[in-house]
């Protein structure tokens, strides 16, 4: 028996690779099924479906910027301090410093401004698609929810920094949230955590970018993609753009 | 099926593409990272070590140097990190000084070794410590507010945590702040601790009864034209402007305070009496004339132009009465002295060629308004009191953090010429603040090149750092004046102008007078006092002549030789008299070993550098001679006489044989 075989056949390897190789329609569902991260995923798809034309790929590319954000993010929490001045003082440590960790902000900032973009032009093909139409309106609302988290984050993101740039930007951001009829004055209370920007609206958007609305994001990208396979994604598994047919969510 | 192998084998072909340029993008970040600047700097700095290694060890040394960052981390003052050091290795090296930088080592400061582990480098040069390259840390880089600071400047950072006025081996920012002060800028600018500033301006109500509007036109037109050691800069004023000024000064009512009633015009007076009194009191102390004097005090050159006899009458007979905080001491002259004096002054120190005095003046009342306007508009009330207008109404910009200013936030108005950079705005704001904006009102200063250098440091130190309170060197507060008799008697005759009592008053003096009883005998200060005699001919500075009355001599001497004892100094040297051999050694010493000879003079021998030494014990105690040999830079570091390290036994020789050869006969007993 080759050193291969016996890895191949070891109880450990067969707990991780439990499906083979093999082609079979079988495999692909039994391979499918068994992964907790593909379980979301059709165990088969038709060819037409994976045209670069239908989805230009846009959620896709999403869930992947989503993936980078939340890796690189998860390195950058490491160096990171939600303090004044030490936050300001934290990015020229990962530029002058950390290893690589002018990349690592780079990747994340860039991750961060492509996904907004891709968020809306994956809005835009939907819209134009009518994709939006019954039976995909919940998840269409879904969308619409996810593309304000995504707003969420790229804007509480930007006070991390803590320079003259992301100060004034917030300044700015929650004097337009003062703005709002009625509760205005409060939301912007609640938004800085006191009249001013300052160390505890620092704090309160790093919680928010770091936990409170990844996690939010994560939940609602499950149920969308939970949805797409329900109910179809933009060209839909109906195969008639705009059906009536009515699916309860 | 084909197109959908062929469809299948593109997407493979795509994704190998794809993800081989990935990999490459992926290894760009870690070869930068590993290929970093200071690297280069720091093998550069190891081969130079190795080149210039004398031994063994210094060798393995060399080579031990790993390639890794280093800083100086001050985790209690705002977690300060200051990266300078990972390139500029050679900074606390001794011998590094021939090799250029990055690598050369600190020149020699008041601050070194362990203060930089306690300070680190930004708080002096500026720039970004954090950074590690080149361009980053010395702060050329766009977003970075503080670029490091040119070196002619650079003592401007002492001032950040040294606040006094006087920063000790500073000259250059200890001269700023003295023209900072001296040339008014507080009068116009809210600075910190400055806000309640007085200079010493004159008042200018009665100017009429003063002065001419003559001289006040062409004083008003630029002053240095009239002294090149006015204090007041030059405003640039228009004639019209000018016309309405001296409307309003002529407006104002005349001065009715005590001494002043006298005034009036007298043609009486002996011209060579006066000239010999002029001498005698040594005005030229503090005022220059004919290029001596030490400029502490107005020049007299073209006094007789300037004033009217009556005035200067009147405030000869009593400065204070006209100028409170003035440094001109209350000389005790009698009337005749006073007639005699003025009559010398009046007819010695004339501008020739002056126009003829235009006596009947009236002012206009609408250009008196004007005038009136004109004095608050242009700050000339910052410095002068005049009645009717409020003193002390700063009109300029506060300077509060003007050395931290970013280049960014300054106004460069039309200087499209001018580097974008703080210190160089500072000083063209300075030297021509009109060529921003034709319509500032910042006047123009007499300054040359030394002066502005020092007043861009001064200003430089205004800061808003945040400095630990433990690092900070606050003015020291000056203690308490003289009080009772003796402290009134000191204010009249304005003592302080040139001594110091408790760390105030001034520096002309080698030793405060607080050790002046433990100094000097008595008599010979009683004596002094009432006629000042020559100690160092070469000084121009000299004791002024006050002509104190004996009482009040003999009062002061007493307080002096009571109180102002300094404990330090021994007082009684030789309780029974200097004994022969110590005289004998201390000869020796005196000739042979010191050399005190070649600036000392003894029975017409030796040099004039120094005091006489002939005649000296009947100043000075043998116990002063004895402590002031062992350190006569104690009070002031510029005192001529070298220290030579003399011990204490060698010390007691010497005083012993200046006591014999000074003073013979006289015993050195209370």
């Known amino acids: 028996?080759?050193?291969?075989?016996?890895?191949?056949?070891?109880?450990?390897?067969?707990?991780?690779?439990?499906?083979?190789?093999?082609?079979?329609?079988?495999?692909?569902?039994?391979?499918?099924?068994?992964?907790?991260?593909?379980?979301?995923?059709?165990?088969?798809?038709?060819?037409?479906?994976?045209?670069?034309?239908?989805?230009?790929?846009?959620?896709?590319?999403?869930?992947?910027?989503?993936?980078?954000?939340?890796?690189?993010?998860?390195?950058?929490?490491?160096?990171?301090?939600p303090s004044v001045p030490q936050a300001y003082h934290d990015m020229k440590e990962l530029q002058f410093v950390v290893s690589n960790g002018l990349f690592l902000r780079n990747i994340h900032r860039w991750s961060a401004h492509a996904m907004v973009f891709i968020v809306f032009l994956h809005l835009l093909r939907v819209f134009y698609h009518k994709a939006y139409l019954p039976p995909r309106e919940f998840n269409w609302v879904v969308g619409v929810i996810l593309l304000l988290l995504t707003l969420g984050l790229s804007y509480t993101g930007y006070l991390l920094p803590w320079d003259q740039l992301a100060f004034w930007a917030v300044a700015v951001g929650t004097n337009m949230a003062e703005a709002t009829p009625l509760i205005g004055p409060k939301l912007r209370y609640l938004l800085l955590g006191g009249n001013a920007v300052g160390e505890n609206a620092l704090l309160r958007f790093y919680v928010l970018h770091c936990a409170l609305l990844p996690l939010?994001?994560?939940?609602?990208?499950?149920?969308?993609?939970?949805r797409v396979r329900k109910d179809g994604g933009v060209q839909g598994s109906s195969g008639r753009y705009g059906s009536r047919r009515q699916v309860k969510p | 099926m084909l197109n959908e192998k062929e469809s299948s084998n593109r997407l493979w072909r795509w994704f190998g593409v794809s993800s081989?340029?990935?990999?490459?993008?992926?290894?760009?970040?870690?070869?930068?990272?590993?290929?970093?600047?200071?690297?280069?700097?720091?093998?550069?700095y190891a081969d130079l070590l190795l080149d210039r290694a004398g031994s063994r060890k210094e060798v393995e040394e060399a080579k031990a140097l790993a390639v890794e960052i280093r800083?100086?981390?001050?985790?209690?003052?705002?977690?300060?990190?200051?990266?300078?050091?990972?390139?500029?290795?050679?900074?606390?090296?001794?011998?590094?000084?021939?090799?250029?930088?990055?690598?050369?080592?600190?020149?020699?400061?008041?601050?070194?070794?362990?203060?930089?582990?306690?300070?680190?480098?930004?708080?002096?040069?500026?720039?970004?410590?954090?950074?590690?390259?080149?361009?980053?840390?010395?702060?050329?880089?766009?977003?970075?507010?503080?670029p490091l600071l040119p070196a002619a400047y650079v003592e401007s950072s002492c001032g950040i945590c040294h606040l006094g006025k006087v920063v000790p081996e500073a000259s250059m920012i200890t001269e700023g702040r003295r023209l900072l002060e001296s040339s008014g800028c507080f009068g116009c600018h809210d600075f910190p601790g400055q806000r309640d500033w007085i200079g010493t301006a004159p008042r200018l109500d009665?100017?009429?009864?003063?002065?001419?509007?003559?001289?006040?036109?062409?004083?008003?037109?630029?002053?240095?034209?009239?002294?090149?050691?006015?204090?007041?800069?030059?405003?640039?004023?228009?004639?019209?402007?000018?016309?309405?000024?001296?409307?309003?000064?002529?407006?104002?009512?005349?001065?009715?305070?005590?001494?002043?009633?006298?005034?009036?015009?007298?043609?009486?007076?002996?011209?060579?009496?006066?000239?010999?009194?002029?001498?005698?009191?040594?005005?030229?102390?503090?005022?220059?004339?004919?290029?001596?004097?030490?400029?502490?005090?107005?020049?007299?050159?073209?006094?007789?132009?300037?004033?009217?006899?009556?005035?200067?009458?009147?405030?000869?007979?009593?400065?204070?009465?006209?100028?409170?905080?003035?440094?001109?001491?209350?000389?005790?002259?009698?009337?005749?002295?006073?007639?005699?004096?003025?009559?010398?002054?009046?007819?010695?120190?004339?501008?020739?060629?002056a126009e003829a005095q235009d006596d009947a003046y009236k002012p206009d009342p609408r250009a008196a308004e004007e005038g009136q306007k004109l004095f608050v508009n242009r700050g000339c009330s910052g410095c002068h009191a005049v009645q009717g207008v409020e003193q002390g109404m700063r009109i300029g910009p506060a300077l509060t953090g003007i050395g931290g200013k970013p280049a960014g936030m300054l106004d460069f108005g039309k200087r499209d010429d001018l580097p974008r950079t703080l210190p160089d705005w500072l000083r063209a704001k300075i030297a021509e603040p009109d060529s921003f904006r034709p319509d500032l009102k910042m006047p123009r200063f007499e300054?040359?090149?030394?002066?502005?250098?020092?007043?861009?440091?001064?200003?430089?130190?205004?800061?808003?750092e945040e400095i630990p309170p433990a690092l900070l060197i606050r003015a020291e507060p000056p203690g308490e004046p003289p009080a009772g008799r003796f402290g009134r008697l000191v204010s009249r005759y304005r003592c302080l102008a040139c001594h110091q009592v408790n760390g105030a008053g001034g520096d002309i003096s080698t030793a405060p007078l607080t050790a002046e009883g433990s100094k000097v005998r008595r008599e010979w200060l009683e004596q002094y006092l009432m006629l000042p005699t020559t100690i160092r001919p070469l000084l121009?500075?000299?004791?002024?002549?006050?002509?104190?009355?004996?009482?009040?001599?003999?009062?002061?001497?007493?307080?002096?030789?009571?109180?102002?004892?300094?404990?330090?100094?021994?007082?009684?040297?030789?309780?029974?008299?200097?004994?022969?051999?110590?005289?004998e050694r201390g000869r020796k010493l005196f000739y042979e070993r010191y050399g005190c000879q070649s600036c000392h003079m003894i029975d017409n021998q030796g040099g004039y550098y120094?005091?006489?030494?002939?005649?000296?014990?009947?100043?000075?105690?043998?116990?002063?001679?004895?402590?002031?040999?062992?350190?006569?830079?104690?009070?002031?570091?510029?005192?001529?006489?070298?220290?030579q390290g003399i011990p204490t036994e060698d010390a007691t020789d010497l005083a012993g044989f200046i006591e014999a050869v000074s003073n013979p006969g006289m015993e050195d007993a209370p």
Not at chain 2, 447 to 459: C, G, M, N, P, S
């Open chain 1, 1 to 81: 028996m080759s050193m291969l075989q016996r890895l191949t056949e070891s109880r450990v390897w067969r707990a991780l690779v439990r499906q083979g190789v093999s082609a079979t329609n079988r495999n692909r569902i039994l391979l499918v099924m068994d992964n907790v991260f593909l379980h979301l995923h059709s165990a088969k798809t038709r060819s037409r479906n994976l045209e670069l034309s239908s989805t230009y790929f846009l959620g896709a590319i999403s869930l992947v910027l989503f993936g980078i954000l939340t890796l690189s993010g998860l390195l950058l929490m490491l160096y990171y301090h």
């Open chain 1, 216 to 226: 939010a994001l994560a939940m609602g990208v499950a149920v969308h993609l939970w």
């Open chain 2, 20 to 44: 081989v340029l990935f990999l490459v993008v992926m290894a760009i970040s870690p070869l930068k990272d590993y290929f970093r600047e200071y690297r280069d700097y720091q093998k550069a």
């Open chain 2, 71 to 146: 800083q100086i981390w001050i985790p209690d003052w705002n977690n300060r990190v200051d990266r300078c050091i990972t390139c500029h290795q050679g900074v606390d090296r001794q011998g590094m000084e021939d090799v250029a930088q990055p690598f050369r080592s600190h020149p020699d400061t008041p601050h070194s070794g362990d203060d930089f582990q306690a300070f680190g480098c930004v708080i002096c040069h500026r720039g970004q410590g954090r950074a590690t390259t080149v361009a980053d840390a010395h702060g050329d880089s766009e977003d970075w507010d503080s």
């Open chain 2, 206 to 353: 009665g100017l009429a009864e003063k002065t001419t509007p003559r001289w006040v036109r062409a004083w008003l037109r630029r002053p240095a034209d009239w002294s090149a050691e006015a204090a007041m800069p030059d405003f640039r004023l228009a004639d019209d402007e000018i016309d309405a000024l001296v409307a309003f000064l002529w407006s104002r009512p005349p001065l009715n305070g005590p001494g002043v009633t006298g005034i009036g015009e007298s043609s009486q007076g002996d011209y060579d009496r006066g000239r010999k009194i002029f001498r005698e009191s040594r005005c030229i102390s503090c005022h220059t004339v004919d290029g001596k004097g030490n400029g502490s005090a107005p020049e007299l050159e073209k006094i007789g132009s300037k004033v009217s006899r009556g005035w200067l009458m009147a405030y000869l007979s009593d400065p204070h009465a006209f100028q409170p905080e003035t440094a001109m001491p209350q000389f005790q002259f009698t009337g005749n002295d006073v007639l005699d004096l003025s009559a010398y002054m009046m007819e010695e120190f004339i501008e020739f060629g």
């Open chain 2, 447 to 464: 300054f040359d090149d030394k002066d502005f250098e020092a007043v861009v440091t001064a200003l430089l130190a205004v800061s808003d």
């Open chain 2, 540 to 583: 121009t500075d000299r004791m002024i002549h006050l002509r104190i009355p004996q009482e009040e001599a003999s009062f002061m001497a007493d307080y002096m030789e009571n109180v102002y004892v300094d404990d330090a100094i021994p007082e009684l040297l030789f309780p029974d008299g200097v004994p022969p051999e110590s005289v």
């Open chain 2, 610 to 643: 120094g005091p006489i030494l002939n005649g000296l014990g009947a100043r000075l105690k043998p116990g002063w001679t004895f402590w002031w040999l062992q350190g006569p830079q104690r009070w002031r570091a510029d005192v001529r006489c070298p220290d």
